[in-house]
């Protein structure tokens, strides 16, 4: 596939996701209009926007606070899934030990380690990254766990034969047999992330996100207020999942073009 082509590509894929957005404020439109809800219930998406806009300084600030944890929380859970993941494939012993305790890690509520959380680390932003990674590591380890385990063992037993250490058969073969279950597990993290920050920004927060400022908003009836700042919650999650997924088409040049790309061909001598 040329470049032009991917490009081409690239968008429409955009333009299906504008207009999948355009569809829902639409759709929210015509509920309010049709089945003439009072704004103090559910607002117009004009009025949502409208808030945002009046008060632009204050959701700037907010939005980059609740990024900022958002981004280091999911880079703090998928690097910790993924080390984890290739330490239990590399020793069996330690896969039987440590998957039974991350299954059942994930019953405990999330709202309920945040107490704990805060009596250890306070109200900084060390509770609500581990919230972030919490959320975020598991769908990562699980993944790329089971991506390591299809790859293909006579390619590896191959690769032995011919001498290959295990960091090269790392990674020349089972370091590209699971990008797809890794971009797999970090895109249903990128889409949970902001979940984490919220809900930490709720319960082991000094400082306020939009978490604080929908709760605020909420118990002052500030409807709109309400909306705008979950339209931006959303924004984050939606750029976040775009995000990992651009990365794995740039990553992942193979499962999108027939032949190699041009920076890895061979040109002929001249």
């Known amino acids: 596939m040329t470049h032009k082509a991917t490009w081409r590509l690239a968008t429409v894929q955009a333009a299906f996701w504008i207009a999948a957005f355009a569809l829902i404020l639409a759709a929210w439109q015509g509920l309010v ?4 809800i009072p704004p103090y219930i559910i607002p117009s998406p004009g009025a949502a926007f409208a808030i945002m806009y009046e008060n632009a300084p204050l ?17 703090l859970g998928a690097g ?35 107490a704990p959380l805060v009596i250890v680390f306070g109200f900084g932003l060390a509770p609500k990254l581990i919230i972030v990674a919490w959320i975020v590591f598991f769908p990562v380890v699980v993944n790329v766990l089971d991506g390591l385990a299809r790859v293909d063992q006579d390619l590896i037993n ?45 319960t082991a927060s000094s400082r306020v996100g939009l978490g604080t400022y929908l709760l605020t908003a909420n118990a002052q009836m500030n409807t709109a207020g309400v909306y705008g700042a979950m339209l931006l919650m959303t924004l984050i999650g939606t750029g976040s999942f ?20 041009h920076w890895l061909r061979r040109h002929p001598p001249s």
Request: proline residues 6%; aromatic residues 6%; charged residues 15%.
């Open 33 to 36: 209009t049709l089945l003439r």
């Open 59 to 75: 959701m700037r600030e907010l939005t980059e606070q609740t990024l900022l944890e958002t981004a280091c929380g999911y880079l």
């Open 80 to 114: 910790i899934g993924f080390a984890l993941a290739v330490l239990m494939a590399q020793a069996p012993l330690v896969r039987r030990l440590l998957y039974p305790a991350l299954i059942t890690s994930q019953a405990v509520p999330i709202v309920g380690i945040a």
């Open 158 to 202: 191959l690769a032995r034969l011919l001498g290959g250490s295990r960091l090269r058969t790392f990674l020349l073969i089972r370091l590209p047999g699971c990008l797809g279950p890794l971009f797999s597990g970090l895109k249903i993290g990128a889409s949970y992330a902001v979940t984490g920050a919220v809900i930490g920004e709720w």
């Open 242 to 261: 775009l995000l990992v997924l651009a990365i794995e088409h740039i990553a992942t040049p193979w499962r999108h073009r027939a032949t190699k790309p």
